[in-house]
């Protein structure tokens, strides 16, 4: 576990320059992937989940672009950035091409499963033939060899009659049937690391059972680790080792997934895990997330997260808190962005709670719900009520 | 054995149509107020009996549905009736004029086809740059300007100003080079009907050359978003081949149904290109037949064209349906 | 004939905006925005505007059209401007009429060189009757104006009311109406008009215009037929006929107002389209008749004064062309406005 991880990123930071202004989609998120891992990452859409998973292989797209930070990937840089001698920000010498990066890293290092299966392959190419041709291109293999082994693989991730499916266009696959065959397509490329990114929104809830059983147990016979991006924490707690929150560009939140489950320590994730059903908890009613996410393009001041938050007070409005380790688990780090723990040490117990901010941005939107939680209720959370004043 | 039913299956779905023009052409050819009769015996000094041998021998004595049926009748047999000013069966003066105009549209396609795909591509690959702009402009002028004017200024900069080119007239590649009086052998022949349909292509191909530049352009850029692209992109396919087999294969569909759509227009635009450049092609021919009130003709031309229309139609959707695998045969519309 | 439908969606007509109609409001402010941001759109509506303002000044300005008309050389473009002090030449109303001038076959040459053009009086030269050049082509602004508007109207009014019927009602009525719509559609736009102005009106602009707006019913019909088949299976229009709402009131009241953007910006296009028809049609001698002048008519008559005066072929084409340019610069312009997924 100590020695250098697969994929290591650092302040990764990815921005949108439109006509508008500067969208921070990525806004300094920092994480590791290990061998044989399943890394959850988790937000509302819009967090800026996808963009960072693309930053990995530098496939962000038009007017995006990954502007500070580092990705290391088996001691290679991906990203790295460097102060040239002019104080300009500029790109490291060690910076793989963008040559290198397309024939070296991309499919063949990492490759990627995407949401829509509807759309993700091409509908006037054959499945095999698209099978065959990334097989080809990864990993070198003859037309016939790769026809082989895509075969095969398609045999592997369970479809019937692999031969004949082989021949076949994508619009006479079913959804899930389609997702079987892009996760063949990974996995046929032979890579370090799937990021898998929300591969399974798109299905129905029994299909969707089907593929997760599927790449858990492709997963243990290959030992490819998977970057999971999902919204869905139901999902996480299925798959995935470690997990990291992302709010807002920013990754509020990063622990092992049961620390996460049982000993959440930020109040964003805590309103993620109220908003869906539990096996473990019985609840009245599900409870909705307050309000909607603002625009990255001009986050809060703060806290991003205090708008909406249920434990913000004033030094919330004020403190812009960064991921900090606030507990461990079996050696492994909990982390989290909020100053309501004391290794931030600003005065939080101190501050006075923020008189109706979440109504009021509730309000805003638009919502209809109960009028009895509109009202903040700081009393509530585990740091106590000695916050009163 | 699929397309094959298909084909048949879009084949009968054009007869009603093909009746459709028949009935139209029919009677605007007919309930109009200009007497065939009359026109033929311009100037001549003539009594009632023989108006009557006239319309007894053209059969407009008889009621319209009844000669509609015996035209219906000669047309299933291939006779389209007499040309009262050429004196000519329809059919074979229509025979001897189809070739040019083929000629003329078919290379104005090629043209079209040839410039506006790649400049499509390269617009949309290089969305908002110079270049894109400067195609697009190129192609909204394109889409704007009138067929025969074009055909005017490239007479008057290359064949009256430069001298370059000849201004009229067409040379037919499959007649016998003995048939035109100092062309000497096959090869010059050649020569001399590319010189001649180099202006009238072009000027014919504009309108469809912007025309499909634009669908290109939309539909690269629409396909070049597309989830299969990102994928592609994700497993290090390469950009060029990504643009020229990922994106381009998806973006070509539309391309063919305008193709077949556009052909009204280009055999309308035939007819003034034909007049513009002297051609002998059924353009000129419907012109006369409509100022000689040659009705039989008009109608045989009106059939005709529409039936090409038709045709055109049916074999982009046939290879419509080749192309695109997601075409279901028979339920398709 | 069975074209298909994805025609529409691959070629101009926008995404669907099947909201409600709350929704649409907004959708027309946001879409009024964005023209305003849009170059394209922006440029496609000063040039329709002064279009349009040349159009209905050559109808008000009586000196024009006397003009245009008139035949003497001595009639200059200065003569229109006020600035320039110009005593007399001009008969009172009235008497304009008295100097129509001869028409000049296409066969007939010119014997003299025509003046080029290029001074105060004419700027653009005079044809061969002497009258002044830029006057006719300003003047012919508003045959071919109007010839677009109201053929395009009639299209738009014919394809609207066909379109609606047949995609409302389904069944035989589509079947029948379709067959017919793509029967019109099948022969050859050109062809079909001067068929119709000649067999049935003799050569005649008003005979012209209707038949340009039949031709193009099936253009429209075609796109307010499939708009309408999606809207049809809407919950509100199922909720209208379950509380009794008359079929024509359903057509009436939603199912036609909520097709009206993509038409609009149809036929915002095919006011260009029928422009360049017309002027085809005038080219080959059916359109507007002389003495009244018309681009394409302007163009026939050139033609034969190509050797004297190469201007003469190429001042109407310019403006045929800026026109119809105009109108594709602002269809193109709403279209985009209209459509969020192609964002520049």
Redesign the interface.
Known sequence: MSSEPLLRVENLTTQFFTETGTVRAVDGISFEIREGEIVGLVGESGAGKSVASMSLLRLVENPGEIVGGEITYKGETIVGFEEGPDGERRERDDMLSNEEIRTRIRGNEIAVIFQDPMESLNPVFTVGGQLREFIELNRGLSEGEAKTVAIDMLREVGIPDPEQRYEEYPHQFSGGMRQRVLIAMALACEPSLIIADEPTTALDVTVEGQIIDLVDELQAKYGTSFLWVTHDLGVVAEICDRVNVMYLGEIVEQAPVDELFYDTKHPYTDALLNSIPRPDRTVDELEAIEGVMPEAIDPPSGCRFHPRCPDARAVCKRVHPDAKRVADADGEPHRAACVKHDVFDVGYDESPPLEGAAGTDRAAAGDVDEPESIAPNPASDESGGEGHE | MKLLKYTIH?LL??I??LI??S???FL??N????DPVSLMLQGQEHSEELIRTIERRYGLDRPLHERYVTYMAGLLRGDLGQSIHYQRPVAALMMERVGPTLLLVLSAYAFALVTAIPLGIVAANRR?EPSDHASRIAA??G???????IG??L??VFA??LGWLPSSGLYYPWRPPSAYPGIDGHLELYYESARHLLLPMIALGTLQMATIMR?ER??M??SLQ???V?????????ERKILRK?AF??AQ??II??V??NL??A???A??VE??FNINGMGRL??NA?STND?QL?MG??ML??FL??LG?IIT?IS?AY????VTYGE?? | MAVSESQYESGREPASEDEESVEARVGWRYTVARIKRDTTARWGLYIVTVVLFVAVYAVVDSNLSRLTFGVASDYTFAQLLPIFDHPTHIPPPGEGTQHMPPYFPLAEQSWNPLPAGGTIEHPLGTDHTGRDYFTRIVYGTQVSVFVGLVSTFIGLTGGTIIGAVAGYYGGRVDDILMRLVETVYAIPPLILIIVFTVFVGGANIWYAVLGVGIAFIPVFARIIRSRVLSIREMDYIEAARAAGVKDRNIIMRHVVPNSFAPVLVYATLQIGVTILIVAGLSFLGYGAQPPTPDWGQMLNISHGYMHSNVWLSIWPGIAIMITIMGFNLFGDGLQDALDPRIED
Do not use: C, M
């Open positions: 879009r779905q054009a009603p149509v459709g023009i009935v139209i052409t605007l050819a309930l109009g107020p200009g908002n909204l002028v889409v704007s300007t009138p067929s025969f004017w005017i200024v007479i008057l009256v100003q669908v939309t539909q850029i629409e597309g989830e299969y990102k994928l592609a992109r994700a497993y290090g396919v390469p990922h294969q998806v569909l539309p149904t305008i077949g759509l009204s227009t055999l309308g635009g007819v003034l007049t513009v419907f012109i409509i009705y008009v031309i009106t064209l529409g229309f038709v139609v959707d419509y192309v695109d695998p997601r398709r519309e």
